[in-house]
């Protein structure tokens, strides 16, 4: 059996409300792999590594500080690809062990990857995108981080444009209204893919 087999990605922009989109799959009974879980693992198993490439003052009680970290991360592209290029590897060989684990069940399965369109190192034919259009990211960024809108753009602007995720997509959730809304978008995405698979008792 091929990595990936049943693997759809998860992915969409900073804000849009992938988070929220995850749990509400978990309530339809479907895995998730989460990158950015596995990824705040790693820093803090490696946080040694991370006080030595980027200073002590990143590293506290053995935990990486990530809002201290992402400042910098996020405001200088070398210190950002220095810091990609060591933990995304890590992050491809745990998603890999887990994935492993989910294809051997024979059904879908998402994996929660915020980078997909823009790295490409995942060999996964179907991805799932959840948007906002960008002016409503863009608010709803700087609401739930307290920063202004400089530092959000840079924030934003370091991913590929939502609308691009969009037109890139094998399936859409539109995040651009309220939970209700959603919550209907996440159910008709169930909906599709039990019909797809031929599972009609997996999400009862």
């Not at 990609?84 to 890590?90: A, M, R, S, V």
């Not at 990857?113 to 823009?118: A, D």
């Not at 996440?186 to 698979?197: A, L, P, Q």
Request: proline share 3%.
């Amino acid at each position: 059996m091929a990595l990936y087999e049943y693997a759809i990605a998860l992915t969409g922009g900073i804000a849009t409300g992938k988070s929220t989109v995850a749990s509400l799959m978990k309530l339809h009974g479907i895995a998730i792999i989460d990158a950015d879980s596995i990824a705040h693992e790693l820093l803090d198993e490696y946080n040694e590594k991370i006080a030595e490439m980027f200073g002590e003052e990143f590293v506290r009680k053995g935990k990486v500080q990530r809002t201290e970290l992402g400042k910098v991360i996020f405001s200088d592209d070398v210190k950002k690809e220095e810091l990609e290029t060591f933990i995304h590897p890590l992050i491809r060989v745990e998603i890999e062990k887990r994935a492993a684990v989910y294809d051997s069940r024979n059904f879908p399965y998402l994996i929660d990857i915020p980078l997909f369109f823009e790295n490409k190192a995942y060999d996964i034919k179907e991805s799932v995108v959840v948007y906002t259009p960008p002016a409503v990211q863009l608010e709803r960024y700087m609401k739930r981080n307290k920063i202004d809108e400089d530092e959000a753009m840079i924030r934003i602007n370091s991913q590929m444009p939502i609308d691009e995720k969009k037109a890139k997509a094998t399936y859409i959730i539109d995040n651009s209204l309220n939970l209700r809304n959603l919550q209907a978008e996440v159910e008709t995405f169930v909906d599709k893919i039990k019909i797809k698979y031929n599972y009609k008792d997996l999400y009862k």
